[in-house]
């Protein structure tokens, strides 16, 4: 029945070394997002990507990379966490078509990331 | 540009009574989509409804209601007789057209229910 799956739930990481996180989804929907939401505050879209075509937002950092080698999955590189990258990480996925895109968002249970 | 307001920080009640979530909305389209999203303690994001700014009919969905008033730019959430599962923090959220997707957050609103 799980739509969106994060994997890990938590995860624990060393300042400066690399970490991935991971999502896949089973509603074959063509955009997948990941968000960064931090304590108290509202979720924060880094990325998203349209079928293929990957979307960055102007102000994510060069230290976020996204991979999407299929429909399914997409992966949250962190290529040198620092402390402020302690967060909850959030994949959400919807399903757009050209000239329609205000369809609902459905979240993952989100990713939380410890950095030490 | 795009902001979406919720003033109310936290919101404390009693079970069984009613509370209504306050959202104010600013952007510059005419076509645009709200949303509302739930995010218990467990972190996910539930998604509750979602309103075109063509459509300001007010819907209810159980103990949920939902009041869009483009006259004022707001789009509150009522849930009556309020239970404790009921306590989360709410998003109220704002989508705009073109080929951004992208969904602009309010801060939240903290809901506590006390039994």
């Known amino acids: 029945d799980a739509m969106v799956i994060q994997n890990p739930r938590y995860q624990v990481t060393q300042f400066g070394k690399p970490v991935t996180l991971s999502c896949s989804q089973t509603?074959?929907?063509?955009?997948m997002y990941w968000y960064q939401q931090k304590s108290s505050q509202a979720p924060k879209l880094l990325f998203h990507?349209?079928?293929?075509?990957?979307?960055n937002e102007a102000d994510t950092p060069d230290n976020f990379q996204s991979r999407r080698p299929n429909t399914s999955f997409c992966f949250l590189d962190i290529r040198s966490p620092g402390l402020g990258d302690a967060a909850m990480y959030l994949c959400?996925?919807?399903?757009?078509?050209?000239?329609?895109?205000?369809?609902?968002?459905?979240f993952g249970p989100g990713t939380r990331l410890t950095v030490l | 540009a795009q902001k979406v307001t919720q003033a109310q920080t936290e919101i404390s009640v009693v079970e069984k009574e009613d509370v209504t979530l306050d959202c104010v909305y600013e952007?510059?389209?005419?076509?645009?989509?709200l949303f509302w999203y739930k995010q218990p303690p467990s972190g996910e994001l539930v998604f509750l409804i979602r309103?075109?700014?063509?459509?300001?009919q007010n819907e209810i969905s159980g103990r949920y209601s939902w009041n869009f008033q483009k006259s004022t730019s707001s789009f509150n959430f009522t849930i009556t007789a309020s239970q404790v599962v009921d306590s989360a923090v709410y998003f109220c959220?704002?989508?705009?057209?073109?080929?951004?997707?992208?969904?602009?957050f309010g801060k939240g609103t903290l809901l506590t229910v006390n039994p």
């Open positions: 959400a996925t919807s399903r757009e078509s050209a000239g329609n895109s205000y369809n609902e968002q459905f």
């Open positions: 509603l074959n929907h063509n955009v």
């Open positions: 990507y349209y079928d293929k075509d990957f979307n």
């Open positions: 952007t510059r389209d005419t076509t645009y989509y």
């Open positions: 309103r075109n700014s063509f459509d300001e």
């Open positions: 959220a704002l989508s705009f057209g073109g080929s951004n997707y992208k969904l602009t």
